[in-house]
């Protein structure tokens, strides 16, 4: 089936450009209302966003809709997508909102819905809200008197920051490190400093400025060149940066050397491992993530089991087999014992464990494997299906045989542009960007 709508992680776009308009958000509302409205209780749906300027058109256009159909909203303000996800389990709301497009420009908006038990909704239930709004809600809503009511929960940053600090292991504390905290100029930029600063390390945060126009501008996860670049200067022990909505990370050591998402999964499956906590025997990741990372667990006795790229996919992997411990390369993390989504500052704060445990240096402690060469290239093509026809498959073909069991090629479609994306890794990176480069000449090929 073919949606208007939602897309891989929710509804996003330009903001006041459809679908990103107030019109659509308060059908939004509605259609979501109407969907979770299921017996006589009050029913509630929590509305958070992050720090662009268009949240201040989407969340009331959203609060307008559930209370047409009798939901009464809980406005929480700016804070992280995980919080949200957080707050309608422990609100016992029955809908979670979240108006944001994670890492994209301040122009771009989005809205991610999630159910009464903080999980992303699955693609069916997308679709039915769709089906709503496409139809006539009018005879749906609610009676004069059964109108919802907004209210605003003072104290959400203390609920969430509470809910953190209470994942990161009891005895343990950041006391004697200083920590770069990147908030993006986004969702985090209260909490995420407050958190580490409350167990005890000294903070130095930056991307804390939100002005409804800078979030991820030159900072954040997507742009980590100003939060390395301060560890650097400040002697800092390492670096955090978060993304807009703040459900992914990555990390610096003291040297300013990134280390990725890969390489954090590999850090607390190895730590969880050892301490009986891992669950599911290995980890789950996406198509995208390094073959080192699948080695490095293999000689751990684990397995890194992949699923297409998008985070609601490896958590859906994670319910389905029983695994506590899945991300991606970006710094997705969704650590299954503590939350139902991303959260970059759950993530951090387990892989700051680690340091703290190990005694020792970042840079000793965060790279565990090396990365196998591995090229991403994209290239452009005007509709049509070029993976289909006989040149492109004979190429990737050839590719894959001449990588055999030493590396692997994976193409794939944009789920937002008109693009095909080409990857290949392998022990030799000369060898890898010769199949990268026949792959796409033949794309191009066929595309013209």
């Not at 167990?199 to 991820?216: C, Q, R, S, T």
């Not at 970059?344 to 704060?349: H, K, P, S, V």
């Not at 000793?364 to 290239?377: A, G, H, S, T, W």
């Amino acid at each position: 089936m073919t949606r208007k709508y939602f897309g891989t992680d929710g509804i996003r776009g330009t903001a006041n450009t459809a679908p990103m308009t107030a019109d659509i958000a308060l059908r939004v509302g509605m259609a979501a209302g109407l969907q979770f409205i299921r017996g006589t209780h009050r029913h509630r749906a929590v509305i958070g966003k992050d720090t662009r300027l268009s949240g201040y058109m989407l969340e009331p256009a959203l609060t307008a809709g559930f209370v047409a159909v009798g939901m009464d909203p809980i406005i929480v303000g700016p804070m992280p997508t995980p919080a949200v996800a957080m707050l309608t389990r422990s609100l016992r709301a029955d809908l979670g909102v979240m108006i944001s497009a994670s890492h994209n420009p301040y122009c771009d908006n989005g809205i991610k819905l999630f159910g009464p038990d903080g999980y992303k909704l699955s693609d069916e239930v997308e679709a039915e809200i769709e089906s709503r709004m496409e139809g006539d809600i009018s005879p749906y809503l609610a009676k004069s008197d059964k109108l919802g009511r907004a209210l605003r929960l003072e104290d959400s940053e203390g609920r969430y920051t509470e809910y953190v600090k209470a994942t990161f292991p009891k005895g343990l504390r950041l006391d004697g490190l200083k920590i770069v905290i990147d908030c993006a100029n986004g969702a985090a930029y209260k909490v995420a400093p407050n958190v580490l600063w409350e167990l005890g390390a000294e903070v130095i945060p930056i991307g804390v400025g939100p002005d409804g126009f800078n979030i991820n501008k030159d900072c954040g996860s997507t742009a980590t060149e100003a939060m390395r670049a301060e560890v650097m200067v400040r002697g800092a022990d390492l670096g955090i940066s978060l993304d807009g909505d703040a459900d992914r990370v990555l990390i610096a050591d003291e040297n300013g050397v990134l280390v990725d998402g890969d390489q954090m999964m590999a850090m607390i499956a190895r730590n969880w491992s050892e301490t009986g906590q891992l669950k599911g025997g290995g980890v789950v990741a996406t198509v995208m993530s390094n073959l080192g990372l699948e080695r490095y667990l293999d000689d751990l006795g684990l397995h890194l089991h992949r699923t297409q790229v998008g985070d609601r996919y490896v958590v859906e992997y994670m319910r389905e087999k029983g695994f506590n411990v899945g991300g991606e390369q970006s710094g997705h993390m969704i650590l299954g014992d503590y939350s139902t989504t991303g959260d970059g500052l759950i993530a951090a704060l387990q892989a700051l464990a680690v340091i703290v445990q190990a005694g020792r240096a970042a840079s000793r402690v965060c790279r565990l494997f090396e990365p196998m060469p591995q090229i991403l290239k994209n290239v452009r093509y005007n509709g049509g299906e070029p993976l289909s026809t006989d040149p492109v498959k004979e190429a990737i073909a050839d590719g894959e045989s001449q990588l055999g069991k030493a590396g692997r090629v994976l193409i794939r479609k944009s789920g937002t542009e008109p693009v095909i994306r080409v990857m290949a890794e392998g022990d030799d990176e000369s060898l890898i960007a010769h199949v990268v480069d026949d792959i796409i000449g033949a794309i191009e090929n066929a595309a013209a």
